[in-house]
């Protein structure tokens, strides 16, 4: 039986649709404290942004005290060491700040009080002062690449789903958030053997397929003409890799993990085992690899990807017109997060619907959106650590029914 045939049989009515108001959600936040108000001028925005910014602080403090296991080359070489330093005082400036005001806000010093000592054991470690060493380094963990990502797209996505939510109601801290947050963490974390398997795959198994006069002509190409290129010959062999994790049932357990999100914003596109992550990118790799594109346009798309595919799960209501049938959107891709039957096995395509136009699996109602997202029957539990494990013993680990 196909995953999305199991999927819809067990379509069960126990899918909760909670939405909560404000920023936070009052079932699973870290900051649990019943009765406490949590609205604006209540000092819990001011006292959870001070946890954040005190640990990424800190975090970032090891970062400068341990450059050769918690940094990355490519990060080291692309932002200067001036400006880590500068946003690294900003990060604490506002971590202090933060803290103080929660803990003048709040009768509850709890939050407040830890973003402080957070912020305060940072300074106390050496702070933004620490000087910059030359790195020798063979592992390493991306602890850098997380924080400036994690900062960098919580600076664009945050404000951009306050602003033009589609769900006003589901707020930043939403259930699951945790969970998202530390897949985030851990496929940053994680980047040089990612980085490394994604690689090696196409280097090992596809050298036969190189020709070198081939790939001179193809990176002689303008660069825009080439991005497209990647673009169409990556989505193309995403299309399907894709497809064959919705339809072979071992794939499947690994993918289910993305979609066992049952809210959609930025953050649940993080939501990926590394299994799935990892076969998916090599999978990707093998064609840029055999036609020997250009850096540039190959960084151009990097770039590109990194940025739309967590936008198509942000929760944003932008209508996007006949664009939605030229470039995945938010719309598109919310479809391919629903339970709804007529949706099920649908939009597989990262970037481009015709993909799925073509094949016969596209799903893209007029201005109309999903009413739930998820997998029927709820299978996955909402468990970082169970993630890990669950594809390979799904039974055993499959969430008991509520
Ligand atoms: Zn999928
Ligand atoms: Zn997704």
Same mark, same amino acid.
């Given at each position: 039986?196909?995953?999305?045939?199991?999927?819809?049989?067990?379509?069960?009515?126990?899918?909760?649709?909670?939405?909560?108001?404000?920023?936070?959600?009052?079932?699973?936040?870290?900051?649990?404290?019943?009765?406490?108000?949590?609205?604006?001028?209540?000092?819990?925005?001011?006292?959870?942004?001070?946890?954040?910014?005190?640990?990424?602080?800190?975090?970032?403090?090891?970062?400068?005290?341990?450059?050769?296991?918690?940094?990355?080359?490519?990060?080291?070489?692309?932002?200067?060491?001036?400006?880590?330093?500068?946003?690294?005082?900003?990060?604490?400036?506002?971590?202090?700040?933060?803290?103080?005001?929660?803990?003048?806000?709040?009768?509850?010093?709890?939050?407040?009080?830890?973003?402080?000592?957070?912020?305060?054991?940072?300074?106390?470690?050496?702070?933004?002062?620490?000087?910059?060493?030359?790195?020798?380094?063979?592992?390493?963990?991306?602890?850098?690449?997380?924080?400036?990502?994690?900062?960098?797209?919580?600076?664009?996505?945050?404000?951009?789903?306050?602003?033009?939510?589609?769900?006003?109601?589901?707020?930043?801290?939403?259930?699951?958030?945790?969970?998202?947050?530390?897949?985030?963490?851990?496929?940053?974390?994680?980047?040089?053997?990612?980085?490394?398997?994604?690689?090696?795959?196409?280097?090992?198994?596809?050298?036969? @397929?190189?020709?070198?006069?081939?790939?001179?002509?193809?990176?002689?190409?303008?660069?825009?003409?080439?991005?497209?290129?990647?673009?169409?010959?990556?989505?193309?062999?995403?299309?399907?890799?894709?497809?064959?994790?919705?339809?072979?049932?071992?794939?499947?357990?690994?993918?289910?993990?993305?979609?066992?999100?049952?809210?959609?914003?930025?953050?649940?596109?993080?939501?990926?085992?590394?299994?799935?992550?990892?076969?998916?990118? @090599?999978?990707?790799?093998?064609?840029?690899?055999?036609?020997?594109?250009?850096?540039?346009?190959?960084?151009?798309?990097?770039?590109?990807?990194?940025?739309?595919?967590?936008?198509?799960?942000?929760?944003?209501?932008?209508?996007?017109?006949?664009?939605?049938?030229?470039? @995945?959107?938010?719309?598109?891709?919310?479809?391919?997060?629903?339970?709804?039957?007529?949706?099920?096995?649908?939009?597989?395509?990262?970037?481009?619907?015709?993909?799925?136009?073509?094949?016969?699996?596209?799903?893209?109602?007029?201005?109309?959106?999903?009413?739930?997202?998820?997998?029927?029957?709820?299978?996955?539990?909402?468990?970082?650590?169970?993630?890990?494990?669950?594809?390979?013993?799904?039974?055993?680990?499959?969430?008991?029914?509520?």
């Amino acid at each position: 039986m196909r995953p999305g045939q199991v999927r819809y049989s067990l379509r069960s009515s126990n899918r909760k649709q909670h939405y909560h108001t404000g920023v936070g959600d009052g079932s699973q936040s870290a900051s649990a404290h019943p009765g406490e108000p949590r609205h604006i001028g209540s000092g819990w925005i001011s006292g959870v942004l001070s946890v954040i910014l005190g640990a990424m602080g800190l975090a970032g403090v090891f970062c400068f005290l341990f450059p050769e296991i918690l940094t990355t080359p490519e990060v080291r070489d692309a932002v200067p060491l001036e400006y880590l330093r500068a946003l690294l005082h900003l990060v604490l400036v506002a971590a202090f700040v933060l803290g103080f005001a929660s803990a003048v806000l709040r009768r509850n010093k709890l939050l407040g009080g830890t973003g402080l000592a957070l912020a305060t054991l940072a300074v106390l470690l050496g702070g933004s002062t620490i000087p910059g060493r030359a790195v020798e380094q063979s592992n390493y963990l991306g602890m850098d690449w997380f924080l400036l990502n994690l900062l960098f797209l919580a600076l664009i996505f945050v404000p951009m789903e306050r602003l033009f939510a589609r769900l006003k109601e589901q707020g930043v801290f939403r259930p699951g958030w945790r969970t998202d947050l530390a897949h985030f963490f851990l496929s940053h974390l994680t980047v040089q053997v990612s980085v490394f398997l994604t690689l090696t795959p196409a280097r090992v198994f596809f050298t036969w @397929a190189v020709n070198a006069d081939l790939q001179r002509w193809v990176a002689a190409q303008p660069v825009w003409l080439q991005f497209l290129e990647i673009l169409v010959v990556s989505d193309f062999c995403e299309y399907w890799m894709h497809r064959f994790e919705h339809t072979v049932p071992f794939l499947w357990r690994f993918h289910a993990i993305h979609h066992s999100c049952e809210r959609m914003d930025w953050l649940a596109a993080s939501r990926l085992h590394l299994v799935d992550i990892v076969v998916i990118r @090599a999978v990707t790799f093998i064609p840029l690899y055999v036609l020997g594109f250009a850096n540039g346009p190959i960084f151009a798309y990097l770039v590109f990807v990194s940025f739309h595919a967590i936008f198509i799960h942000a929760n944003v209501n932008f209508r996007f017109g006949w664009l939605d049938w030229v470039i @995945a959107t938010p719309r598109f891709h919310h479809w391919h997060h629903s339970a709804q039957f007529e949706a099920i096995d649908k939009n597989f395509a990262v970037h481009l619907p015709l993909l799925d136009k073509l094949f016969g699996s596209l799903h893209l109602p007029r201005q109309e959106w999903p009413a739930t997202y998820g997998i029927a029957g709820n299978p996955v539990p909402e468990n970082f650590f169970v993630h890990a494990v669950y594809p390979f013993a799904p039974r055993r680990f499959r969430r008991k029914r509520t």
